[in-house]
């Protein structure tokens, strides 16, 4: 154990925290319950669910973590045809463990198996209200082993940080993130430990913990507990040895528990690896300073800064700090240099990298502030346990007013910032004079205490709220539609045409939120996440699917050849009734079809509808050339593109001449066009209600689109609307000759396997005897697909147009396919390892016990 100095008892556990645990489990349930009640009064008077009727979906929480939880639902009922490997639904198959792993670890997500599904919402608020509350609680504990003093006061403290700017503004809508916050003291506490040589298996499950959690929060806790435990250890007065030894202890504790963790960060890996590549992010620079410095201020919303608010109270124990001249200099010195150095970390480019795994993120920059919100309390309470003087919480207050005058232009200020930092700044100053002029009456000391924790009640109540009213102005914000009753009776009507394996039920192109086959089941091309795979993105897309956010949101197909591809048997399509939706039933092939010869050799089409016709199987369509024939004249790019000079506002746009057969279905395909289209024939009648597209290169790209059925004659006229110039495809116009089609689908039915079966992660199909060619499984052809032919050995498929392909051969008339999650393998064996270590040190451990004793013995 490491010897402390008089003055600095950082490194060892006060006495009351080993001998005296009630009034500590008492104290931290009352952080826990002040943060939880507070965050819920919030909610109450700002009329969100569940205390009212304004959904809590927004943004991710509602496209991505509310559809899986109810996916996670499924999951536990068996209400799916997928499990935790595999997922059939999106994307029209996609492995699920990474998504499970990312989104779904947080332990109080298992609480949706306890509701009703149409109730998944209410969970998932749990999820980050419980998570709150813990890690309140944890706060609560780890503060006592940092300083020994009051649990009551330090509960207190502890609210700001389980309800700070960053859980606030960042982490509610994301419930995985919400383990993060636990993660934090869940860690100082393991680290602790380590200071004082005892309970390394404990800390190890601790370290595991965090990061089986998520990984992604848990890495930051990782790195600022670790400067926090550097920190304590250049502060303790013990000799060098035994202060590395600390150092060694953490080290090997942290490695291990990482270690037991490790599929978690395997599979996310080799995911990562094999995912569609996110839109390119950059740093757009520092705030401003006055900006950044506002934001220590409780009440606004800016996401153009850190969100490192803590409320008033911490925020003036820790601008008292300084002036403690009791506290040793050097100990001021370290900790304060501590915050300005992780504050300035935010802010430059290497160290935001390091903040979050090397990667610069997407969104918001600044997700690592949750550590400086930690360390904010840490210092606060160190200045709280001395119990500061009034001159010095004066000075305090002085800094305190220093920063509001020089922050004061800034557009982070709100109304409600004034309120709290004006009135909750000078009842938090008053209080704390009272407390220090009555720490020897115990009535007054209780009754300052029973006001303080009041005013943090309120204080931050009003501050949850202030932020969310600011927040829900945004239209960014707006809910989605995930749990109502055209949802409900969407999920009722894709399970009532839902014949899989045999065929598919697609939710789309309709979508209630970004993954609707997890909201309301079914299995179609919509996908959202981080980890939607390459092959999956590039599949759908070259076969004329659309996609958002650079391939990694893929869509539904909107026209038949795509959907009969996919085995699409019954869809969802926008509509103008009650329930918001259409339900369309059409003849479609099995999921897993046969063609002629072997498919699996790579060919690179011209067209999409060449492309869409060799994956079919049949030629459906014929492809006329463009003429322009008005407005301003397109010209020819270098791949054979249309070049479209783009007009302003009501000047005429480009116009093209085709013909189609008479009766045929003219469909449009531009991938990255941003304009309107519009389609008429020759007597100026428009084909249907024309096209609205907003593709943009790379980033989003169109699906293909039906323009309305041709007319007698077949000619037609193509207008173009775009207000910038730009590119499309030399034939972008394709006419689908239904009776074509509906042969062609006819064919692949009669010629189909006898018997179709899948499991959890796994399909095969049994075809008459003799059968030849090349078995296709509607279902991209990602990596980790096994398939075997006749019962032989497996090994990874062909592919036909990104799908699964099985050359049947001389081999037999049953295929089998299972999917594998790349990583798992690797992770299993570095966790048994680990465990291996656990289990031997806990050997030891015990044997040197019974050692001792047994010696102990034989000397008395």
């Known amino acids: 154990m490491l010897r402390p100095s008089p003055e600095v008892r950082t490194p060892t556990c006060p006495t009351a925290t080993r001998h005296s645990p009630r009034p500590q489990i008492l104290a931290a349930l009352l952080s826990a319950a002040v943060s939880m009640g507070a965050y819920c009064l919030a909610m109450v008077a700002h009329g969100t669910y569940p205390f009212g009727a304004r959904s809590r979906a927004v943004n991710d929480l509602g496209n991505q973590f509310v559809p899986f939880h109810a996916h996670l639902w499924d999951l536990i009922h068996g209400n799916t045809n997928g499990d935790l490997i595999f997922n059939w639904g999106s994307g ?25 599904r149409d109730m998944v919402e209410l969970p998932v608020f749990f999820v980050t209200l419980f998570s709150v509350g813990l890690a309140a609680g944890l706060m609560t504990l780890f503060l006592g082993r940092l300083r020994s003093g009051s649990p009551w006061l330090r509960a207190l403290l502890a609210v700001g940080y389980a309800v700070s700017a960053w859980m606030i503004s960042d982490g509610f809508s994301d419930p995985m993130w919400m383990w993060g916050l636990v993660s934090f003291p869940l ?35 990782t790195i600022g507990m670790v400067l926090v435990l550097v920190v304590r250890v250049l502060l303790d007065e013990s000799p060098a040895r035994m202060r590395w030894h600390a150092l060694l202890r953490a080290a090997a504790m942290t490695v291990t528990g990482i270690l037991l963790a490790a599929p978690v960060l395997t599979v996310s890996f080799k995911a990562r690896q094999f995912s569609q590549s996110p839109p390119a992010a950059t740093y757009r620079g520092a705030p401003h300073t006055r900006d950044y ?52 970390s935010y802010v430059w480019v290497p160290t935001i990298l390091l903040w979050h795994g090397l990667a610069m993120p997407n969104g918001s920059p600044y997700r690592a502030s949750i550590a400086l919100t930690a360390m904010l309390v840490m210092v606060a309470w160190l200045a709280l346990a001395r119990s500061p003087r009034p001159s ?50 115990r009535r007054i000391r209780l009754a300052v205490t029973g006001a303080l924790t009041m005013t943090v009640f309120f204080a931050t109540a009003y501050t949850v709220f202030s932020v969310t009213a600011i927040r829900d102005e945004n239209p960014w914000w707006r809910p989605k539609n995930t749990f109502s009753s055209r949802s409900l009776a969407a999920y009722d ?103 002629p010869g072997d498919q699996t050799r790579r060919v690179e089409d011209t067209t999409v509808w060449a492309h869409q016709e060799r994956v079919l199987g049949a030629q459906v369509y014929t492809v006329p050339p463009l003429a322009p024939a008005g407005g301003p004249a397109p010209a020819i790019g270098r791949n054979g593109d ?15 001449t085709t013909s189609c057969p008479s009766g045929s279905e003219a469909l449009w395909y531009a991938p990255w066009y941003h304009g309107q289209v519009y389609a008429v024939d020759s007597r100026g009648k428009a084909l249907g209600p024309g096209l609205e597209q907003a593709g943009l290169f790379n980033m989003t790209s169109n699906g293909m689109a039906p323009l309305g059925t041709v007319a007698a004659g077949g000619k037609l006229t193509v207008q173009i609307a775009a207000t910038q110039a730009q590119y499309i495809p030399k034939s972008p116009v394709g006419c689908l000759d239904r009776a074509k089609l509906d042969r062609a689908v006819g064919h692949l039915r009669e010629t189909g396997p006898s018997n179709i079966s899948a499991g959890g992660h796994s399909i095969a199909a049994t075809f008459p005897k ?25 090994r990874a498929p062909g592919t036909l147009g990104g799908l699964i392909a099985v050359h049947l051969g001389g081999n037999g008339s049953r295929i089998a396919c299972s999917y594998r999650t790349p990583g798992l393998r690797s992770g299993l064996l570095m966790s048994a390892l680990a465990m291996a270590v656990l289990l031997a040190t806990a050997v030891v451990g015990v044997v040197r016990t019974r050692s001792t004793a047994s010696l102990a013995r034989r000397n008395r």
């Open 92 to 116: 029209f198959g996609s492995p699920f463990l990474v998504d499970f792993i990312t989104y779904l670890m947080n332990p109080f997500s298992w609480l949706v198996g306890i509701f009703p």
């Open 493 to 595: 009507a894709v399970r009532a045409h839902d014949h899989w394996p045999t065929t598919r039920s697609d939710p789309g192109p309709h979508e209630f939120a970004d993954n609707d086959p997890l909201l309301i089941g079914g299995s179609g091309g919509s996908y959202y996440s981080s980890y939607v795979p390459a092959e999956t993105a590039a599949a759908l897309h070259a076969l004329g699917a659309g996609w958002y956010i650079q391939g990694r949101h893929t869509l539904s197909f909107n026209d038949p050849v795509g959907r009969a591809i996919m085995g699409v048997g019954s869809y969802l399509d926008r509509a103008q009734n009650k329930n918001g939706f259409t339900q369309h039933s059409t003849p479609a092939p099995p999921v897993v079809t046969l063609r």
């Open 392 to 441: 010095e919480l004066l000075a305090g207050a002085a800094v305190t007013t220093v920063l509001v005058l020089v922050v004061s232009p800034s557009n982070y200020l709100t109304h409600g910032t004034w309120i709290l930092t004006i009135a909750g700044g000078a009842v938090a100053l008053g209080l704390l004079v009272l407390l220090y002029r009555g720490q020897a009456d």
């Open 293 to 344: 410095l506002a934001h220590l201020l409780p009440g606004g919303l800016n996401p153009a800064a850190p969100q490192i608010s803590v409320g008033l109270l911490p925020l003036l124990l820790v601008f008292t700090f300084p002036f403690m001249r009791r506290i040793r200099g050097k100990e001021r010195l370290i900790w304060c240099a501590l915050l300005v150095v992780v504050a300035l």
């Open 642 to 656: 249309w070049h479209v000079p783009g007009h302003a506002g009501s000047a005429k746009g480009t116009s093209f």
């Open 770 to 794: 003799g059968t030849t060619g090349t078995a296709v499984v509607s279902v991209p052809a990602v990596t980790g697909w096994q398939c075997s032919v006749g019962g032989k050995a497996a």
């Open 187 to 221: 860690l100082g506490i393991a680290f602790d430990w380590c200071l004082q040589g005892r309970r390394w298996i404990l800390g190890s499950l601790f370290v595991f913990a965090a990061w089986a959690g998520n990984f992604y929060t848990a890495a930051m806790a």
